[in-house]
């Protein structure tokens, strides 16, 4: 029996072993994490379940454990979890040695590359446009799960009829959707999908990447790979690049079909209505969400819609029905007149500048986490524009609020936790009659909690807990 290892416990990495062992092979599943931090992941009986179900699964798991290429016994193959470095020493050693080191969405491509894919990756965008595109593949009748940093895990789309405990549709799956992140890209060198979209294109994950060049070279590998490209030429730096680098791509823009630029747009915004190839879809405000960036998204969906195949009624109909995304300018509660919304996966400088750019002003912005290498410069901007007062929670807090001073800014608290800052911020609001208070950290989560989903369910209790109840 072939020997695989499954690096990381989180949900693609239970996925990959899960398969990996319905295939036939001897799975090692190991997380560096101590089993105490594992286990505080889950309720006690969660954990006792995927415990349980393992080991009727027959993989074997490690706990406080690193892998190590010193045994006799070496694996065949290793598969790693998004978060896990690519460029970590065992790992390196692995592929210097030849044993075969891949993600866990190659794996998943590798069983279900007989069915188109479509691939969504850039730094900011990605889910939003991801959930639309399979919202209207979904309206027009295709079974086309969302999957990657998005839905599923890609070897759960394997794995029906159950996997968690959830019931999936065990009818032959006609595309798949997948969110990609630069990280999953690194370790899947051979994913090609029919149609690859790239969002934007701004610094982030650079304490992995090191240089914006490298990043982006690791997005442009997937689109190099995919049939069809469609860029958003709205964003500075791909729309910069234009045909010269992308000569075949697809390009959208939301000023419309004419103007200077590098590029010729395929699908764009006239007279308020979205046009692509040339023909009319749908009217702009069939689209629930508010902003410019959720304009680009709507585009990029849509021209991946028509390259597809698909009929614009089945298009109009999908996004008018679309509720927008959880933890993105999601509309948590209204009190008072006071709108609370969830941005949680704002998680740096640029995605955080759209968010507040996207709401009313004056608004009480709640902000900080683990903080990550970026230009706050925009950033910042928008608070002095828009901010009345700013909360500053988890490990960033001081370093913002320095930040924030050198900057001329004043009007801002170091509160430290969610559970502080929501009721802080309703009597803030009620002070600078601000309509909006905004959760949009500008930050990852992991000082203070598992993701940022957790991070804004943290939110969205207390706003419902608090206010629900007055």
């Known amino acids: 029996?072939?020997?695989?290892?499954?690096?990381?416990?989180?949900?693609?990495?239970?996925?990959?072993?899960?398969?990996?062992?319905?295939?036939?092979?001897?799975?090692?599943?190991?997380?560096?994490?101590?089993?105490?931090?594992?286990?505080?992941?889950?309720?006690?009986?969660?954990?006792q379940h995927q415990q349980q179900q393992l080991a009727r699964d027959g993989i074997n798991l490690k706990l406080g454990y690193s892998l190590t290429l010193d045994s006799s016994d070496l694996p065949q193959l290793i598969v790693v979890s998004p978060g896990v470095p690519w460029d970590i020493p065992v790992l390196v050693a692995a592929r210097t040695q030849g044993i075969e080191t891949i993600g866990e969405i190659e794996l998943a491509w590798r069983y279900l590359q007989s069915c188109p894919w479509v691939a969504v990756t850039g730094t900011n965008g990605k889910t939003t446009t991801t959930s639309l595109i399979a919202a209207i593949f979904q309206e027009a009748g295709f079974h086309a799960p969302a999957c990657g940093n998005i839905g599923y895990a890609a070897c759960e789309l394997l794995l029906a009829p159950?996997?968690?405990?959830?019931?999936?549709?065990?009818?032959p799956i006609d595309w798949v959707i997948g969110e990609i992140s630069s990280y999953q890209i690194e370790s899947s060198k051979d994913l090609a999908p029919r149609i690859g979209v790239l969002t934007t294109l701004t610094p982030d994950h650079l304490s992995r990447?090191?240089?914006?060049?490298?990043?982006?070279?690791?997005?442009?590998?997937?689109?190099?790979?995919?049939?069809?490209?469609?860029?958003?030429?709205?964003?500075?730096?791909?729309?910069?690049?234009?045909?010269?680098?992308?000569?075949?791509?697809?390009?959208?823009?939301?000023?419309?079909?004419?103007?200077?630029?590098?590029?010729?747009?395929?699908?764009?915004?006239?007279?308020?209505?979205?046009?692509?190839?040339?023909?009319?879809?749908?009217?702009?405000?069939?689209?629930?969400?508010?902003?410019?960036?959720?304009?680009?998204?709507l585009l990029m969906a849509v021209a991946t819609a028509r390259l597809a195949g698909i009929e614009k009624n089945a298009i109009a109909s999908a996004i008018a029905k679309f509720p927008g995304v959880p933890h993105r300018l999601e509309k948590v509660i209204t009190w008072q007149g006071i709108d609370f919304i969830n941005d949680s996966k704002a998680t740096n400088y640029d995605a955080a500048q759209v968010g507040l750019a996207s709401v009313a002003a004056p608004t009480i912005l709640i902000a900080g986490g683990e903080a990550k290498a970026g230009d706050d410069t925009s950033w910042i901007e928008t608070i002095k524009l828009k901010a009345a007062v700013v909360l500053l929670i988890g490990e960033a807090a001081p370093a913002f609020a320095t930040r924030l001073k050198e900057a001329g800014y004043s009007s801002y608290e170091i509160v430290e936790t969610m559970a502080k800052a929501v009721p802080r911020a309703a009597e803030l609001a009620q002070q600078y009659n601000a309509g909006v208070v905004l959760l949009s950290p500008a930050c990852a989560s992991f000082d203070q909690y598992q993701s940022f989903e957790h991070r804004g369910d943290d939110f969205r209790r207390l706003c419902q807990q608090q206010f629900s109840t007055i």
């Open 209 to 297: 990447h090191k240089t914006l060049e490298n990043y982006y070279d690791i997005k442009a590998s997937l689109l190099r790979r995919s049939q069809l490209q469609v860029i958003n030429g709205d964003d500075p730096y791909l729309g910069n690049l234009g045909v010269n680098y992308w000569p075949d791509a697809y390009w959208i823009s939301i000023t419309g079909g004419q103007g200077d630029r590098n590029f010729q747009p395929w699908a764009y915004i006239q007279d308020d209505w979205v046009i692509a190839d040339s023909e009319p879809i749908l009217p702009v405000k069939s689209l629930q969400m508010v902003g410019d960036h959720n304009r680009q998204n």
């Open 162 to 171: 159950e996997i968690n405990g959830k019931a999936q549709e065990t009818s």
């Open 1 to 47: 029996m072939p020997k695989a290892d499954v690096i990381g416990l989180g949900r693609s990495g239970l996925a990959a072993a899960r398969l990996l062992r319905k295939e036939g092979w001897d799975v090692t599943l190991s997380d560096a994490a101590s089993p105490e931090r594992i286990a505080a992941r889950y309720t006690p009986e969660d954990w």
